[in-house]
T-cell receptor, first 113, second 115 residues
Framework: DAGVTQSPTHLIKTRGQHVTLRCSPI?????VSWYQQVLGQGPQFIFQ???????GRGNFPDRFSARQFPNYSSELNVNALLLGDSALYLC????????????FGAGSRLTVL | QQQVKQSPQSLIVQKGGISIINCAYE??????FPWYQQFPGKGPALLIA?????SEKKEGRFTISFNKSAKQFSLHIMDSQPGDSATYFC??????????????FGSGTQLTVLP
């Protein structure tokens, strides 16, 4: 079975641009979470979606948004990019919103110049 | 109150030695404490996890020790191998019915096991 797949793997943007990151969860998993991992730090929770509804949001500005599609895939959007948005963006899937076990993808490495 | 503090930042151990990584938390509502292992270019992978009603959990060479009164937990890697060289993250979360289980991660420990 395929794991959590994320695209793109790497991308470079300039300040002020917007970016869309995509995630496909493990087959059968209905919940997707997004985390931001700045270099040298632990991942920080951004969003969780379950059955296309937002079930949790971390302490991130409104420039960050996400959605989940009927096939349970998800995308994370970041508008008006800042240098500080440079990070590895991780997607994790789980069977439901309260599941203990999260399976992470390899992430999308975003560099903002 | 949501912080999880992890130490040391980096650790170098000889092959066959014991690696010990420590974490401390403040929020007593946390009810699930996983450890994740991350290799360069990969996402974190669940290694082992414990609930606060258990003082120790062992899976192969990996053991979690949990001290509820001190609000501390640690990961012990016995017989450390060069293949264990990775970054290790402790985490904690609160389970709430109908709501997201959000993981609060520590800052990570970069483990190097020398051959």
């Amino acid at each position: 079975d395929a794991g959590v797949t994320q695209s793109p793997t790497h991308l470079i943007k300039t300040r002020g641009q917007h970016v869309t990151l995509r995630c496909s969860p493990i087959s059968g998993h209905k919940s997707v979470s997004w985390y931001q991992q700045v270099l040298g730090q632990g991942p920080q929770f951004i969003f969780q979606y379950y059955e296309k509804e937002e079930r949790g949001r971390g302490n991130f500005p409104d420039r960050f948004s996400a959605r989940q599609f009927p096939n349970y895939s998800s995308e994370l959007n970041v508008n008006a990019l800042l240098l500080g948005d440079s990070a590895l963006y991780l997607c994790a899937s789980s069977r439901d919103s309260g599941a203990n076990v999260l399976t992470f993808g390899a992430g999308s490495r975003l560099t903002v110049l | 109150q949501q912080q999880v503090k992890q130490s040391p930042q980096s650790l170098i151990v000889q092959k066959g030695g014991i690696s010990i990584i420590n974490c401390a938390y403040e929020n007593t509502a946390f009810d699930y404490f996983p450890w994740y292992q991350q290799f360069p270019g990969k996402g974190p992978a669940l290694l082992i996890a414990i609930r606060p009603d258990v003082s120790e959990k062992k899976e192969g060479r990996f053991t979690i020790s949990f001290n509820k009164s001190a609000k501390q937990f640690s990961l012990h890697i016995m017989d450390s191998q060069p293949g264990d060289s990775a970054t290790y993250f402790c985490a904690a979360s609160i389970g709430t019915s109908g709501s997201a289980r959000q993981l609060t991660f520590g800052s990570g420990t970069q483990l190097t096991v020398l051959p």
